[in-house]
């Protein structure tokens, strides 16, 4: 029996699709696999995975659904003109050949490096500038470092200048591109266990939970806490995802979110040097973050009394990869829930505990690490937070050159400037498939009659009837919220129920317009989009965004079509995150820093859902 339609991809069913379309023929010589995932959701309850295939030959990707239920192939849409997002069999072999490159070895010989062996390779996705020389292939623009010892810091040690371009479907170095020559930084900067001494006086913190987590997990991934619902999957391209949250009160299940994932993110750079200049990252669509999920270990990535769930991702080749403890979920004492002390009364003090439900996965893309962690609480809030931490990408400093666009973290060592841009996506069903969204800025009242101690202010909601009005930036002037509601069902006071959404206060895209970037991350350049919900738009920078042409895909394009918004389902795409002007304090490893959204609900209950918190026993 094919498993439930949001179960988690298990490793079998992996090996089940890579065998039923080489069996049905689908799988030539020169086909690579690019994604293999649960389909978006269908509202049947039919077992569909997603595969994408790359015919590097005909350089063909085929987009299809497949139906573990039926064991046919449902759907299938061939695509020209595009490339697939680079598989990890790619880059293995690319940091191979370039490190075998007898010109490569010429180049960094030059620069003092005589064993190609201690190089560290990093192939770049190379964006898309424009060149000649990228026409009609698949791009890796590679940057070397250097590694004395295997567990050294290769950031500590770029060996910047060289640019080594490798034809991904051909395999070879085609193109060596030598700007000049930069010393590679003298100081080591390893962050390793030993390499500093520990400080002192870190006393034990336990966290016991005597009768048990709170939560269960049933039927794979169904995971149920307090009156919460909701399943959690892995993604092959954005890795943790939420599908079918909902909130049940008196018996009834009411659905909030039907999906809710990270779809995209773009990390532009701000510096001019060539080695430097081209890097854009769109690390979900050219990467795939599922393919980057951690084996989390507990005790040291989860404290607690956490439940695991285990994933598989699907290698190039159509094989599985598994991953032990890929999905974290544990419960956090989040300190007050609610509190009054009642002055009139002597004094006495009512207060709950608030506390949270985690789910979490981390995941690593070359020299950075992003943990997507996903709360839900006892008051009905939803949270999506981004912990960023790793590595800054770094480049060499000569006396003399300019740090307009980079910042010394060392001796001889810069970070250019870059943002961290995520775009998450909720798939809306607040009680039901049909709602409807309200931008609200609260605007102070002009003097006048009406206003007569000019002290009047009001939140103003606006309506957002088509998909180009809800285009908008986040704007703290205004104390600009949204609101999605649902209006054909209505609160005991009169209001649509519905949540509203607190967003991250984010700069959007800061590349130009006129930057090849602009135009292939237009989704950036806002934080808020709102469309129809359409199982077809899932990327907001589209499908297959490796080198993709500025302005050809995506929702810039999509809301061209300037659809209706109002009364049906809609999906919010939220744009946020962090602009980094590196710090030494990022270096050599970063601290954590975080990144989040909230929905609160907002007319969603009739008061307060967590007055029936009990008090803690733990309160004397
Ligand atoms: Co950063």
Redesign the pocket.
């Known amino acids: 029996m094919a498993a439930h339609a949001h179960a988690i991809l298990t490793a079998a069913e992996i090996v089940e699709v890579s065998q039923l379309l080489r069996g049905a023929g689908l799988v030539g010589e020169d086909t690579t696999f690019r994604r293999i995932a649960v389909a978006h959701p269908s509202d049947d309850t039919e077992r569909l995975i997603e595969v994408w295939l790359y015919s590097s030959g005909a350089k063909r990707i085929d987009e299809l659904i497949v139906s573990l239920t039926s064991g046919q192939v449902v759907s299938a849409n061939a695509v020209f003109g595009l490339r697939p997002q680079i598989g990890f069999g790619e880059i293995e072999a690319a940091i191979k050949t370039v490190k075998a490159n007898p010109e490569v070895a010429a180049a960094v010989a030059k620069r003092g490096v005589t064993d190609p062996g201690k190089l560290q390779v990093d192939p770049w996705p190379t964006g898309n500038m424009g060149l000649d020389h990228e026409e009609g292939r698949r791009v890796a623009r590679c940057i070397l470092f250097w590694r004395d010892e295997v567990a050294d810091n290769g950031y500590a040690k770029p060996i910047d200048g060289l640019m080594v371009f490798v034809d991904l479907d051909l395999d070879e170095v085609y193109r060596i591109d030598d700007i000049g020559d930069w010393p590679i930084p003298a100081e080591t900067n390893n962050y390793h266990t030993g390499t500093v001494p520990d400080r002192d006086g870190l006393r034990t913190i336990d966290i016991t939970q005597p009768d048990g987590a709170s939560f269960t997990v049933s039927d794979g991934n169904l995971i149920t806490w307090q009156n919460w619902d909701v399943r959690a999957l892995l993604d092959h391209t954005e890795g943790l995802v939420l599908q079918s949250l909902a909130w049940t009160d008196d018996d009834r299940r009411r659905p909030v979110m039907r999906r809710a994932s990270m779809a995209e993110m773009v990390?532009p750079y701000g510096e001019t040097r060539e080695t430097q200049a081209f890097k854009n990252a769109l690390d979900v669509g050219e990467i795939g973050l599922g393919r980057c999920v951690n084996s989390l270990v507990l005790g040291c990535d989860c404290l607690g009394d956490i439940t695991y769930l285990d994933a598989a991702w699907a290698f190039q080749d159509g094989t599985p990869v598994q991953v032990s403890q890929a999905i974290c979920i544990h419960e956090e004492d989040f300190g007050i829930a609610w509190k009054h002390t009642d002055q009139h009364n002597g004094g006495t003090a009512e207060v709950r505990r608030s506390r949270r439900l985690v789910i979490s996965s981390i995941f690593t893309v070359g020299n950075?690490d992003y943990g997507i962690f996903w709360y839900l609480y006892l008051d009905g809030t939803i949270q999506m937070e981004v912990k960023?931490t790793g590595i800054?990408t770094t480049q060499g400093h000569r006396d003399g050159d300019d740090l307009t666009h980079t910042a010394l973290v060392g001796p001889q060592v810069s970070a250019p400037i870059?943002q961290?841009l995520f775009c998450a996506r909720f798939d809306m069903e607040i009680d039901g498939p049909d709602n409807t969204a309200y931008r609200v800025d609260v605007e102070a009242d002009r003097p006048g009659p009406a206003n007569p101690h000019h002290n009047a202010f009001r939140a103003v909601a606006t309506k957002l009837e088509t998909e180009r009005q809800a285009i908008a930036k986040v704007d703290a002037s205004k104390a600009r919220t949204w609101r999605v509601v649902n209006e054909g069902s209505v609160d005991r006071l009169g209001h649509a129920r519905g949540f509203k959404l607190l967003p991250a206060d984010s700069a959007t895209l800061f590349p130009s317009d006129a930057s090849r970037i602009a135009g292939r991350a237009g989704f950036a350049k806002q934080n808020i989009w709102i469309t129809p919900t359409d199982n077809d738009q899932r990327f907001p920078a589209g499908n297959h965004v490796t080198q993709s042409e500025p302005e050809h895909q995506g929702l810039p394009t999509w809301t061209n079509a300037d659809r209706s918004i109002t009364d049906t389902r809609i999906t919010v795409w939220h744009v946020f995150g962090?602009t980094?002007s590196?710090r030494p304090e990022d270096f050599p490893v970063?601290p954590t820093e975080y990144a989040r959204c909230t929905w609160i609900p907002f007319g969603f209950f009739d008061r307060n859902p967590a007055l029936d918190i009990p008090p803690s026993n733990h309160c004397h």
């Open positions: 990390v950075y960023l800054v870059h961290h962090l980094h590196a970063m």
